[in-house]
């Protein structure tokens, strides 16, 4: 781990900060300290809780990803749970990130957790990405995250609870809360569908029928009880106290169990907008609120003896992330939103007075200086030892071990904790090259000399945006060319395009001193071989309504190609790879159309270095999710996959193709290393494989003529190596049986035989 700089906001723009301004310290990159590799959380965990099970290991990159709450365990020691928007529920397990969803496909963008305060292996997650989904669900674990069932939640008309785990106010929360005095009583509020209950450990859900609103913005944005208002004698006595703060209208009371319910006045009202709460020992509940982004209005508020105080600490900002010492009900913390240099707060007589937190923070390598704001998603002490603060932002996860202390020391929390979404992966055989070239949102992407080892720096050297292609040319991996966009101040809906093209490797670029009008993103492909003047042909297959363009002076100058068709990447986040060179004849190129009919795709040829295209075979598989690759060493071989078909292999160029009946549903698949005393290259495969799903090897499919028939497989990845959201894979042609696997939302893995 490392201490590091604050990260970007994902989605909104801000202005790069120069080092010096208030509340940092210092901006420099220096070596990390004792103190910065203090274990927060080694031993202690349950015997129940489930054990990593993983062998794939994390390429190594160190932050990247909205990691929006956290969650430590009031009464297990050292039990320390975060959620993510699109990279699921992680575990900290031996200073080291422990993935709890792998194998749950579907439930990677989390709404809210909670834990049970009784029974630490027990945790719930609500799951969804978007509310126009649809498709929201509660899941829970019995132990610890090893299993998980779905609960069926459910609309009284029957429908899914819609969700928005990867929208805004997904840092608000929790949405779902267990009560601490009686496990069996669990609620969640949602954005759009109002407030549901369980009474026996959610097997079945009621929506709360008494309560009055459903509000507005991102509907209801907590749910707390007060764990001192257990009501009746005896354990497991139901909490009759808890709070519900809602957008668009405030927070609400209940003081009989969740029958009737009071808007409190005098507090936030409808246009604070709730966002988080958060309960002392006492009782005082403390709320932070948000107004709107173009006029931040925000505040800080606490409840106590049925009355409300504005306690903001700073004026004139939006407040997400709140926390209250468990041990201390007279010290709380909160941050604005976004967070700011001078955004972290303390207050140690119940938010009277606020002292600004100096924080000492150094910078992984790579980080640009306008990682210094992020949205902030999640602040908590620890009950156990609370001078220990943790913060979760758009960027991962940081601790301090001493809070107190000023300035205080942040460090990261990192190790196996990757949420990036990979557009692309590339592994060029180049004896003392670089392991991997990747292509990611947000970030372009990285050049990893080792994939145990923290780059350096991005292939963009602090730009915002995507890369989404990356090739290289077969006769020589020191060329390599890239394409993609870089974000606008607006986002993606003023994103331009970017591509760049590499004469060492990936390790320095130049960008294209020319782009094709309108063309961005998609995927590329260099020709085999080096032209006479020693730069090779570029052919770029743009996203959307762009028609594929070639260069042949390294993206000086573009032409449209002639005979090709567009629409051939729809949009980034389909993963797919339409367009490929053949690895041994410079003169040979291959592009796959998708014609949204039923076996209407066409594979298009290029002959003469992608000047002029001609359809070759048709009647293939027809669908968005696809990718075609030419076979390394093999004129004309080119092999394509279609989600939800078999495999096909074309030997003469793509006049022709053969399934592999034995591969079915492919996500993708890729070219190794040959096994020891083997001509013919490995083949890795995400799919299905005689009927079992998973990645896959074959060590003598390629030396088989035709469907490929009497082809062993090897599973390389099992239901004990859980592997899920796969959406690239890439072969090392350098090790034999090493695969790199891409996903959406968990980084790059990488796995040996």
């Known amino acids: 781990m490392s201490c590091l700089l604050w990260p970007r906001d994902r989605t909104i723009r801000l202005i790069v900060l120069l080092c010096g301004i208030v509340g940092l310290t210092s901006c420099a990159k220096v070596p990390v300290t004792a103190e910065c590799v203090a274990t927060a959380a080694t031993t202690g965990q349950s015997t129940a809780l489930a054990q990593s099970r993983d062998r794939w290991q994390n390429v190594q990159i160190a932050g990247m990803g909205f990691v929006t709450g956290i969650a430590i365990h009031p009464t297990q020691k050292d039990l320390v749970y975060v959620r993510t928007d699109v990279g699921g529920i992680y575990r900290l397990q031996n200073s080291r990130w422990v993935q709890l969803l792998d194998g749950m496909s579907g439930h990677y963008s989390i709404e809210s957790m909670a834990l049970d305060a009784q029974n630490p292996a027990v945790i719930y997650a609500a799951t969804g990405a978007y509310t126009r989904e649809a498709k929201g669900e509660i899941i829970k674990s019995a132990d610890g995250g090893q299993t998980w069932e779905e609960t069926n939640l459910r609309t009284p008309a029957g429908t899914p609870v819609r969700m928005g785990g990867n929208e805004d106010w997904r840092w608000a929360g929790e949405r779902l809360a267990v009560d601490p005095n009686q496990s069996q009583i669990v609620y969640f509020g949602s954005r759009l569908d109002g407030l549901y209950r369980s009474l026996d450990g959610a097997k079945n859900w009621q929506l709360v029928t008494t309560f009055p609103t459903k509000g507005s913005q991102g509907g209801i944005a907590f749910v707390v009880f007060d764990p001192r208002s257990a009501g009746g004698s005896g354990d497991n006595q139901p909490s009759q106290v808890l709070y519900v703060g809602v957008m668009g209208s405030g927070v609400y009371r209940s003081a009989d169990g969740g029958t009737s319910w009071t808007l409190l006045t005098g507090g936030p009202d409808a246009s604070q907008n709730p966002q988080q709460g958060a309960i002392a020992k006492d009782g005082t509940l403390y709320v932070s609120t948000f107004t709107t982004q173009a006029n931040p209005q925000g505040g800080v508020w606490r409840y106590r003896e049925n ?447």
């Not at 002292?355 to 998603?377: E, F, I, K, N």
């Not at 028609?547 to 993963?575: I, M």
């Not at 890795?684 to 030396?703: C, E, I, L, P």
């Open 307 to 753: 009355q409300w105080t504005q306690i903001t600490p700073n004026e004139g900002k939006n407040y997400s992330a709140i926390a209250v010492d468990a041990q201390n009900p007279q010290t709380v913390m909160a941050a604005t939103y976004p967070f700011a240099p001078d955004g972290l707060y303390r207050s140690t007589d119940g938010g009277t007075t606020w002292q600004p937190q100096r924080l000492d923070v150094t910078a992984v390598t790579w980080w640009p200086q306008w990682h210094l704001y992020s949205l902030m998603g999640g602040l908590a002490l620890n009950p156990h030892r609370p001078q220990q603060a943790w913060l979760t932002t758009g960027f991962g996860v940081m601790r301090t071990e001493d809070v107190t202390r000023q300035p205080s020391r942040w460090c990261t929390e990192m190790t196996n904790l990757e949420e990036l979404v990979v557009f692309v992966v590339k592994s060029p055989p180049l004896p003392g090259g670089a392991d991997l070239l990747s292509g990611v949102a947000d970030m372009h992407g990285f050049r990893h000399e080792s994939v145990g080892t923290i780059p350096q720096e991005t292939v963009e050297r602090g730009k915002f945006g995507d890369t989404t292609g990356i090739d290289f040319a077969e006769a020589d991996p020191q060329i390599v060319a890239r394409v993609g966009s870089t974000t606008g101040q607006g986002g993606r809906e003023d994103s331009q395009g970017l591509g760049a093209y590499s004469r060492d490797n990936g390790r320095t670029w130049t960008a294209f001193a020319n782009l094709p009008a309108g063309a961005a993103n998609g995927k590329v492909a260099v020709a085999a071989t080096l032209q006479p003047n020693g730069k090779p042909v570029i052919v770029w297959a743009p996203q959307g309504d762009v028609y594929p363009q070639r260069s042949l002076d390294g993206g000086q100058t573009w032409q449209a190609v002639q005979g090709a068709p567009n629409r051939t990447t729809l949009q980034l986040w389909f993963p797919s790879q339409a367009i490929a060179s053949d690895r041994v004849d410079g003169n040979l190129f291959y592009l796959y159309k998708y014609n949204e009919r039923p076996d209407q795709g066409v594979l298009y040829r290029s002959q003469d270095a992608g000047a002029t295209w001609k359809p070759a075979a048709a009647g293939l598989p027809d669908f968005f999710l696809h990718a075609v690759k030419a076979m390394p060493g093999k004129r004309g071989e080119v092999w394509l996959r279609v989600q939800g078909y078999p495999l096909y292999r074309s030997v003469d160029a793509g006049d022709s193709f053969t399934s592999l009946a034995q591969v079915t549903d492919v996500t993708d698949f890729a070219f190794g290393h040959p096994a020891p005393n083997r001509q013919n290259l490995t083949v890795f495969v995400a799919g299905t494989v005689n009927g079992v799903k998973g990645v896959f090897r074959s060590d003598d499919v390629t030396a088989l003529p035709g469907d490929g028939a009497g082809a062993t497989w090897v599973q390389v990845s099992t239901p004990q190596q859980r592997l899920s959201n796969v959406t690239f894979l890439e072969g090392d042609r350098r090790v034999y049986g090493r695969v790199y696997v891409g996903t959406g939302g968990r980084g790059v893995f990488y796995g040996d035989r």
